[in-house]
């Protein structure tokens, strides 16, 4: 069987209405790249892969998106994130993967952008490449370093190449490993709209999933991990991480986005999450809105802000939170059976009893 969405089984989450893809690209300008490692060798079982974030389609070192991040559990070994928190801008992709392959995955994203640009590192200042990961270990053998350089470089070109909009989701990329609630997690997305002065923006999330205990597991306010026959995997500590990339076409500060990032802590909590203490649970938000020139031509920068009005805030905040939300569910809709290190096995989310859970 084929997997569905969590909407397309015609169920939905929130008020505010989707994008036209219900994905972190309806953002104008972002794009997603995966590159899926799913091979069985002689001496190891790869289950792994590199998920690429792009921001804009022009120059991400010679501008720079604004950018803030939240840290809701920092059991987590991301890159990058000082320097975001200190300056409020991103220069390079949003990178996913395993957490033994962050190093490598820093490494090909900066060959790529070193590549393109021979003044980073000289004469025009260093690069601060974002990196973010969530442990796939229980199918996939991370000893082995299997992420490289170069599938970091090449899951950029396919985020560069897409002419499809529409994002992979489930176990591809990043998520090929992961684990959530038990069940067969990954990638998921997706995204809401705001209307302010006439105009739309987009509010899209991306979430790597590797995280919960089955037994937590609630849909649309339903204790469904509680009354689901078919029991998921729960033969380790399953505190797990995920990953939350928020991103948006609404121009915004640093300290805006900041307040956006916290609120995806609320999406997550809604489907179950305590944020296990051994979780990392970290959101990067981002604004394409505004875009920051790696040399300004005068001392002053300005910026386009939202004003700050208490309606629009609040409905920025429920988009966040309502996509947050609805991108975990699709990552266990979407994701497919996958057996994988030491023989196991993690089942795939039992859809039909999941739904005759919220049809009841």
């Known amino acids: 069987m084929s997997r569905k969405r969590l909407r397309d089984y015609g169920f939905t989450v929130g008020k505010l209405p989707t994008g036209q893809l ?12 995966h590159v899926t490692l799913n091979e069985d060798r ?24 604004v950018a803030a991040a939240h840290v809701i559990n920092g059991f987590g070994k991301t890159a990058g994130l000082v320097q975001v928190d200190e300056l ?27 590549a393109q640009d021979d003044g980073i590192g000289d ?25 490289r350089p170069e599938h970091a470089m090449e899951a950029i070109r396919q985020g560069w190449a897409a002419t499809d909009r529409r994002v992979l989701e489930g176990a591809v990329g990043a998520g090929t490993g992961m684990v959530c609630f038990g069940y ?50 729960e033969a380790r500590d399953n505190d797990g991480s995920i990953l939350i990339v928020v ?11 900041k ?16 944020a296990h203490h051994g979780s990392g649970d970290i959101v990067i938000a981002f604004s394409n809105g505004n875009r920051i020139p790696h040399t300004p031509a005068s001392g002053v920068l300005e910026l386009r802000v939202v004003r700050e009005d208490g309606r629009l805030m609040s409905d920025c905040f429920r988009a966040v939170t309502e996509a947050t939300e ?22 795939a989310l039992p859809v039909e009893e999941v739904l005759a859970v919220l049809e009841r």
């Open 22 to 33: 219900n994905s972190i690209t309806d953002v104008p300008g972002v794009s997603v790249g």
């Open 326 to 347: 609805e991108a975990i569910y699709n990552s266990l809709f979407m994701a497919e059976t996958t057996s994988g290190r030491q023989g196991r096995t993690i089942a």
């Open 259 to 274: 307040r956006i990032a916290r609120r995806a802590g609320f999406g997550l909590a809604r489907t179950g999450s305590i």
């Open 42 to 65: 002689p001496d190891a079982c790869v289950r792994t892969g590199v998920t690429a974030i792009l921001p804009h389609p022009g120059d991400w070192f010679r501008e720079k998106t």
């Open 88 to 114: 409020g801008v991103i220069e390079s992709p949003i990178m996913l993967t395993n957490t033994f392959g962050v190093p490598a995955v820093t490494e090909g994203t900066l060959r790529y952008m070193l």
């Open 184 to 233: 067969k997690g990954g990638i998921g997305t997706s995204s809401r709209q705001v209307e302010v002065d006439g105009a739309i923006y987009h509010f899209g999330v991306l979430v790597l999933t590797n995280f919960g205990l089955g037994e937590d597991l609630t849909i649309l306010g339903k204790p469904v991990g509680e009354s689901l026959r078919a029991k998921p995997e």
């Open 123 to 147: 004469r025009d200042g260093s690069l601060n490449v974002v990196t973010g990961e969530c442990n796939d270990s229980l199918l996939n053998d991370m000893r082995g370093l299997h992420v």
């Open 247 to 257: 991103g948006t076409d609404l121009p915004m500060d640093a300290r805006q986005l």
